[in-house]
């Protein structure tokens, strides 16, 4: 029932590739004002949109690993705490690898590189989308799922502890790293992200204190 609109959609051209555009349609009465049509014109914008998609994309990532860059994940994470539910729970984890200055001095910046890149493909590989998996230090990281799903991190912990390989002179090697972990509950009575951020801190730098090289 508006006389005007305006939309943007992706539609599939004859050879069935998929593009964006930018749809403008006014509605006209005719004779008697029984009769409609509307009239409109189709801009392509798929060049204009793919541009801002990889701005956004690259503004929000981590450049080495991929995974969401600090900022964006405070952003995101204070959104998801904000917008929990009465009852709903989420855990927020904390990770640091162990040591990681020795495996730079060891295998060279390179080889810290591929490690911290093992280690963010492992975690985003192991929830889902619309969790939040991060890097937001050197070597630390972090990542919010709901309450319960602790058994997923102990899996991608276990499978760092025995994956995680390097290329060095044209060889693999495996690379035994020792990831701290910690977690804090976030309910819908207790969203503040620094103080659960704080909480996880804590029990993580507990466990590296009481047990190196470990997880």
């Known amino acids: 029932g508006v006389p005007y609109a305006e939309a943007e959609a992706r539609i599939s051209n004859a050879e069935g590739r998929h593009s964006w555009y930018r749809i403008r349609i006014t509605l006209q009465h005719l004779e008697g004002g029984t009769r409609r049509r509307a009239v409109g014109i189709v801009i392509d914008i798929d060049s204009i949109k793919?541009?801002?998609?990889?701005?956004?994309?690259?503004?929000?990532?981590?450049?080495?690993?991929?995974?969401?860059?600090?900022?964006?994940?405070?952003?995101?994470?204070?959104?998801?705490?904000?917008?929990m539910v009465p009852g709903e729970m989420g855990a927020l984890f904390v990770l640091d690898v162990d040591d990681f200055k020795l495996v730079n001095d060891r295998y060279g910046h390179l080889g810290g590189d591929a490690v911290l890149t093992d280690i963010a493909g492992a975690l985003k590989g192991s929830f889902r989308g619309e969790d939040i998996v991060a890097r937001i230090g050197g070597d630390e990281f972090c990542c919010i799922i709901p309450e319960g799903s602790g058994c997923k991190i102990r899996s991608v912990?276990?499978?760092?502890h025995q994956d995680v390989e390097i290329l060095n002179n044209k060889n693999i090697i495996p690379v035994e790293v020792g990831i701290a972990c910690g977690c804090a509950v976030a309910t819908t009575e207790d969203t503040d992200l620094e103080k659960v951020r704080e909480r996880a801190d804590e029990e993580m730098y507990q466990k590296k204190r009481e047990m190196k090289a470990a997880y």
């Open 157 to 160: 912990l276990r499978k760092l």
């Open 50 to 83: 793919r541009q801002t998609q990889k701005l956004r994309r690259m503004a929000e990532q981590d450049t080495l690993t991929g995974i969401y860059n600090r900022r964006t994940a405070q952003e995101l994470i204070a959104q998801k705490l904000e917008g």
